[in-house]
């Protein structure tokens, strides 16, 4: 494609998830939809640039500024995500001189919003829980994500699976805590892969293989995923399971369901029973109470720990939002509490890196609702052989807290508790 038409497409998309009225890889892919003729490189500049101004929204507005012409056009040139000569044959003078100004810029030279690129009250609110640093988590959010494969139990063996990935062309290494988990260099075409049609490979980040880690699920059991959403740990724990018992694949809408319909085809598990449930009292649960072995609540959250993955969530939540989904996450885990037999296991789990999500809502939950002790998450790790265990749990051991700046992970928190 003319480096002048990709401009331009680029700044048409940014315009797009800019309106932030929708989740921007929602958007992305149905304008990906709608402009079939783009080939791989174009989708992937045009995604990148999006990304790219998602990220660093307030420096580039910033910068913005002092350019012409659109708007949605100069936060392209400033994102841009492809070799400078190219996009600057696509540019006029003016607009060189422009980027070139823009370039020379320091980090020294610019406020604190510009450099880190939050909301304000998200920035004070990480401020206040990492201290110095802060900076280093910033500039790990603002950075893409790795791609994260976990290797499913059931049917392969990971440095089997590592060595197909090499004769594929593919450099992969063994993630430094998951069992079961590769990271893989760039973003091959894993679709097109044996590995991945025949279920040996699904892509999870390394945080959400150690959620399901930490279940320990067994041979036998009764399971709940009680927001199972399009069923990543539901796959690892039924593999876990080595496929036997019964596992409840719980999720209040229907539609993501259905996402994991295909990805349950190709693992090869039949112990897994998806349902849709109308909320979180609904009957299929009164009927399983006090029966289930382990029970796993990965709570609707803010998703803020999925920022490099999801840039746009930093502009889409909201702290009243925040307090709502508090409120949801606290009903939601003693609802699903009520499921956990004598001798059970209840986990819960965001993708949140705030503190009101996560440790609030399990203080909250072990003083206020009686028969569940709770369990040092490091020491759990450290039973379960996880390399590096203490690292992955907060201070005092209790609770698991990844960060993507410490762990190259998205961030994740877990607790746990045993029904007395």
């Avoid at 910068?63 to 492809?82: D, Q, V, W, Y």
């Avoid at 709502?324 to 956990?340: D, F, G, P, T, Y």
Wanted: charged share 25%; aromatic share 6%; glycine share 6%.
């Amino acid at each position: 494609m003319h480096p002048k038409a990709l401009l331009d497409s680029c700044a048409d998309l940014v315009r797009e998830v800019l309106r932030l009225d929708h989740p921007a890889d929602a958007v992305v892919s149905r304008y990906f939809r709608d402009h079939r003729q783009l080939g791989p490189r174009e989708r992937a500049t045009l995604a990148e640039t999006a990304y790219g101004v998602l990220r660093r929204k307030l420096l580039f507005e910033h910068l913005a500024r002092s350019g012409t012409g659109p708007r949605e056009r100069r936060l392209a040139i400033l994102a841009f995500a492809g070799p400078r000569d190219f996009l600057k044959a696509a540019l006029d003078d003016g607009e060189k001189r422009w980027l070139d100004q823009c370039d020379a810029v320091t980090p020294d030279q610019l406020m604190e919003p510009h450099r880190h690129n939050l909301p304000a009250w998200l920035a004070t609110d990480l401020q206040a829980q990492v201290g110095a640093q802060f900076w280093p988590l910033v500039a790990a959010l603002n950075e893409p994500a790795p791609l994260d494969l976990r290797v499913n139990a059931l049917v392969a063996k990971r440095d089997e699976v590592r060595a197909e990935l090499k004769a594929a062309g593919i450099d992969a290494r063994p993630t430094p805590h998951s069992p079961w988990g590769l990271r893989v260099e760039g973003k091959p075409a894993l679709t097109k892969l044996d590995a991945f049609t025949r279920g040996a490979i699904e892509v999870q980040d390394e945080g959400s293989q150690l959620l399901a880690l930490l279940l320990q699920a067994k041979r036998g059991e009764m399971v709940v995923d009680f927001c199972a959403g399009a069923g990543g740990k539901t796959l690892a724990i039924g593999a876990a399971m080595r496929n036997t018992g019964r596992l409840y694949a719980f999720d209040v809408s229907a539609h993501r369901l259905d996402a994991l319909k295909p990805r349950l085809a190709r693992s090869g598990l039949s112990n897994v029973h998806p349902a849709a449930i109308a909320h979180e009292r609904d009957d299929r649960i009164k009927r399983l109470a006090g029966k289930i072995d382990r029970v796993l609540v990965d709570a609707p959250c803010s998703g803020l720990g999925t920022l490099r993955r999801n840039p746009d969530l930093k502009w889409r939540q909201s702290p009243q939002a925040l307090q709502e989904m508090a409120a949801k996450q606290a009903a939601i885990l003693r609802s699903a509490a009520r499921l956990v037999k004598p001798g059970g296991r209840l986990v819960y789990a965001t993708c949140s890196l705030l503190a009101q999500e996560n440790e609030a809502i399990a203080t909250a939950f072990t003083a206020e609702v009686p028969g569940f002790r709770p369990l040092p998450v490091a020491a759990l790790l450290e039973d379960l052989q996880v390399a590096g265990a203490a690292g992955l749990a907060t201070a005092d051991g209790q609770f698991l807290r990844l960060w993507p700046h410490q762990h190259q992970v998205d961030g994740f928190f877990a607790a746990v508790w045993q029904r007395d």
